[in-house]
């Protein structure tokens, strides 16, 4: 079955770095859609960086020009950059994958919904310090 595993993640101070890493297990096309999101206790999962087929990024307007998405085929792992984080950054981060090679819909952000996504992974909490 399909897996996505993740990790990285953790405390990181504020205006610092992190890196999230998804490797996708037992899924040997490409997906129509994948990404991050992430998510507030109470909240919807929303839509960070996400990556189309044709290898197009797009980002959530709180991160653009702070992460960077892009998918490692050699290892078939989907990773996250970002910097100069902020104390709105902390949230529990998923990866995400849509099950089809093709979707029919706009793999961009911020129209993108989490319900798109047929495969999660198990979450990475991420706090910021000050």
């Known amino acids: 079955q399909v897996r996505l595993s993740e990790s990285g993640g953790g405390s990181v101070e504020a205006g610092g770095s992190l890196t999230l890493a998804c490797k996708i297990s037992n899924y040997d096309k490409r997906s129509a859609c994948m990404g991050w999101f992430r998510q507030d206790p109470g909240q919807n999962r929303v839509g960070v960086a996400v990556l189309s087929s044709e290898d197009i990024p797009s980002y959530s307007g709180s991160v653009k020009g702070r992460a960077t998405v892009f998918l490692d085929s050699a290892s078939n792992t989907l990773n996250l950059q970002m910097n100069e984080l902020v104390p709105e950054d902390a949230a529990t981060y998923y990866c995400?994958?849509?099950?089809?090679?093709?979707?029919?819909?706009?793999?961009?952000?911020?129209?993108?919904?989490?319900?798109?996504?047929?495969?999660w992974g198990q979450g990475s909490l991420v706090t910021i310090s000050r």
């Open positions: 995400a994958m849509d099950a089809d090679t093709w979707g029919g819909y706009d793999c961009r952000l911020p129209q993108l919904q989490y319900w798109r996504m047929d495969y």
